[in-house]
């Protein structure tokens, strides 16, 4: 993952001002007032692109029969999104944005969610075969 977001910082380097955004789903708002489908996609994108790393961080805890783990994952999707977003601010490659770090949050507490639920049906499923 790292290796791949550090290609497309490279790759797409350019010189920007820096810029945040401390207001929430303001990407909703804007889709709505100016038409723009993208903007709303954008967002559901982000979410969809950390389930898989929701899950990632829940098999490598192996705790995965704790609901306590889906929200250890969540918080620490929300870290590495942080992450991103700072070095995003630092390098002067986008936009430091509360909006994806609210979305790649989500994803990955939705990918943690779906991995908790299969463990426990494989679980509840091993347990009744036995």
Same mark, same amino acid.
């Given at each position: 993952m790292f290796? #791949? =977001? &550090?290609?497309?910082v490279? %790759?797409? =380097?350019?010189?920007? *001002? ?7 789903? /303001?990407? =909703?708002?804007?889709?709505i007032?100016y038409g723009?489908? =993208? $903007?709303?996609y @954008?967002g559901? *994108?982000?979410?969809l692109?950390?389930?898989? /790393?929701?899950? %990632?961080?829940?098999i490598? $805890?192996?705790?995965?029969?704790k609901? &306590?783990? #889906? $929200?250890? !994952? !969540?918080? @620490?999707s929300?870290?590495?999104s942080?992450? /991103? *977003?700072?070095v995003?601010y630092i390098? #002067? ?7 994806? %770090?609210?979305?790649? !949050? %989500?994803?990955?507490?939705?990918g943690?969610l779906?991995a908790f639920?299969?463990f426990?049906?494989?679980n509840? !499923?091993k347990?009744e &075969?036995?």
């Amino acid at each position: 993952m790292f290796i #791949v =977001y &550090s290609m497309a910082v490279i %790759l797409h =380097y350019k010189r920007f *001002e820096r810029k945040v955004n401390f207001q929430l789903f /303001i990407s =909703y708002k804007r889709a709505i007032e100016y038409g723009n489908k =993208y $903007l709303f996609y @954008l967002g559901i *994108e982000n979410a969809l692109a950390f389930v898989p /790393i929701g899950i %990632l961080i829940l098999i490598l $805890l192996k705790r995965e029969k704790k609901f &306590s783990s #889906v $929200l250890l !994952t !969540t918080v @620490l999707s929300g870290a590495f999104s942080l992450l /991103i *977003e700072v070095v995003q601010y630092i390098f #002067v490659v986008g936009v430091f944005d509360v909006d994806d %770090l609210f979305h790649n !949050t %989500l994803g990955g507490f939705l990918g943690a969610l779906l991995a908790f639920v299969v463990f426990r049906i494989r679980n509840k !499923t091993k347990a009744e &075969s036995s």
